[in-house]
């Protein structure tokens, strides 16, 4: 099994939509978890952390699923400027130092 | 914007030949990682470091090495390069083992013909 696991998409949706998509993982040592955000041909940048209790950011709810090993982000009322690749990042079995990336998933918010 | 930056920005080279690169850091982070991004794949860590001369192996570290003799440079070696290496290379910070926001170079696009 893959560390990190997401389906990569495309989601393609209207705008104005919700999305949501997960996030799967392995290790179940881990504590910290994040959502980056991809736009095509640029670094990634942090969109959020996840926390044990969840976390809300304007239009964005990232949530951890310890149970399942599994985290997920929700997009409310989704705009064109959200299509983007969305990872999900959880750090390494053995250290956390070691930071393992998903594949990615592919958010194409459509008119 | 995080002091981070590779070079060089874009090569061009040929199988066999021995290729590196460059991740230089103004922010005096501790951690240090190289990954490379290919379509399908995401981001897959190469190698990464924990401090000077401290450095491990992530996920696809054949073929590759690094050396980080000082806290701000990080260089990923490609001793003789291959065509299965053609990537992007990304390279990135971060300040502490609990910190966990990793801060971007903007990459290197390398080409291995």
């Known amino acids: 099994r893959k560390e990190v696991e997401q389906d990569p998409g495309p989601f393609n949706v209207p705008e104005g939509a919700t999305v949501a998509f997960n996030c799967t993982y392995s290790n179940s040592a881990s504590q910290s978890f994040f959502w980056y955000r991809q736009d095509c041909r640029k670094e990634p940048k942090l969109l959020m952390s996840?926390?044990?209790s969840g976390n809300e950011d304007g239009r964005f709810t990232a949530q951890l699923n310890r149970a399942s090993q599994y985290i997920s982000l929700l997009i409310r009322d989704s705009k064109l400027s959200d299509s983007a690749t969305y990872l999900c990042v959880v750090p390494g079995p053995g250290s956390a130092s070691k930071i393992i990336f998903g594949s990615g998933t592919r958010l194409s918010i459509r008119p | 914007d995080a002091g981070i930056t590779q070079s060089p920005r874009h090569k061009v080279t040929e199988t066999g030949t021995p290729v590196t690169l460059r991740c230089h850091q103004t922010e005096n982070h501790r951690y240090m990682y190289w990954y490379r991004q290919d379509p399908g794949h995401g981001l897959r860590l190469i190698h990464y470091s924990y401090g000077v001369k401290d450095t491990d192996k992530g996920e696809v570290s054949d073929g590759y090495s690094v050396s980080r003799s000082k806290t701000e440079d990080f260089l990923l070696t490609l001793e003789s390069a291959t065509s299965s290496q053609t990537s992007v290379y990304f390279c990135a910070i971060r300040e502490d083992r609990d910190a966990g926001e990793l801060f971007f170079g903007e990459g290197s696009r390398l080409t291995v013909l």
């Open positions: 996840v926390y044990s």
